[in-house]
């Protein structure tokens, strides 16, 4: 079974997570790529600070740099975005979109050549508090 006959749709996952009880908090999304610059006016950088600030997870925005071998450097820009669980498929399909067609006219001005690798997890917090 490939990765691709394993996926789900949002709606479908979160309904499970409910039966499951192991509802999320909230969501990490990372992006990566060695186009990314370490520069405020990075493309990605300006998308993704408006876009947090829209959905007030802006404080949640990071970057970092991970030197490879070879003296390649792949950096990420990574966030999250906790909230109320009846919101979290409105807000990450919003988000999806939004980032999307940032990403598009990025590569069509050619900013980057490509679209950056992403990953995005669920978080649940734990109730004594403790880390994601």
């Excluded at 109320?84 to 990025?106: A, C, P």
């Excluded at 649940?124 to 994601?132: M, R």
């Amino acid at each position: 079974m490939t990765e691709a006959d394993e996926s789900v749709d949002l709606e479908t996952a979160l309904l499970q997570m409910k039966e499951d009880n192991k509802i999320p908090d909230g969501f990490h999304m990372m992006f990566f790529s060695d186009e990314f610059k370490l520069t405020e006016d990075c493309a990605m950088n300006v998308l993704l600070k408006m876009v947090t600030e829209h959905y007030e997870c802006s404080d949640t925005l990071k970057r970092q740099i991970y030197q490879l071998p070879e003296d390649k450097k792949i950096i990420t820009y990574e966030f999250a975005w906790i909230g109320d669980f009846s919101k979290i498929q409105s807000v990450m399909e919003s988000l999806d979109k939004t980032i999307n067609d940032g990403l598009l006219r990025m590569v069509s001005s050619k900013q980057i050549k490509t679209a950056p690798k992403r990953r995005i997890q669920f978080l649940i917090l734990e109730d004594d508090g403790g880390d994601f």
